[in-house]
């Protein structure tokens, strides 16, 4: 089973950037779908993107197309999220997931703050 390892959270300024990573250990993603979820404090978790590793087709949610891509790096094993123009409301702890199968698999998650 995949296990993921998140990375690249932090403190931001409103209109700033970071980049998310997702890389995996245990074994290398293959068939998998793997998308970022977040969960802002108080709220439910909900999806931000997604993309499908075999063919690299990916989706986003509208509330973050145009200002966050998601990409990935065969080398690596690794899934990234840029996000751009960040917004106070994109404060949130994000969670990569693995979808193989039927079974989904969660990393432990990074914060990201954005200030305003």
């Known amino acids: 089973q995949v296990q993921m390892v998140e990375s690249g959270g932090g403190l931001v300024q409103a209109g700033g950037s970071l980049r998310l990573s997702c890389a995996a250990s245990?074994?290398?993603?293959?068939?998998?779908?793997i998308n970022w979820f977040r969960q802002a404090p108080g709220k439910e978790r909900e999806f931000v993107a997604g993309?499908?590793?075999?063919?690299?087709?990916?989706s986003y949610a509208d509330s973050v197309k145009g200002r966050f891509t998601i990409s990935k790096d065969n080398a690596k094993n690794t899934v990234y999220l840029q996000m751009n123009n960040l917004k106070p409301e994109d404060t949130a702890i994000y969670f990569c997931?693995?979808?193989?199968?039927?079974?989904?698999?969660w990393g432990q998650g990074t914060q990201v703050t954005v200030s305003s």
């Open positions: 997931a693995a979808d193989l199968d039927s079974r989904r698999t």
């Open positions: 245990g074994r290398t993603f293959s068939r998998h779908f």
């Open positions: 993309i499908n590793w075999s063919s690299s087709s990916s």
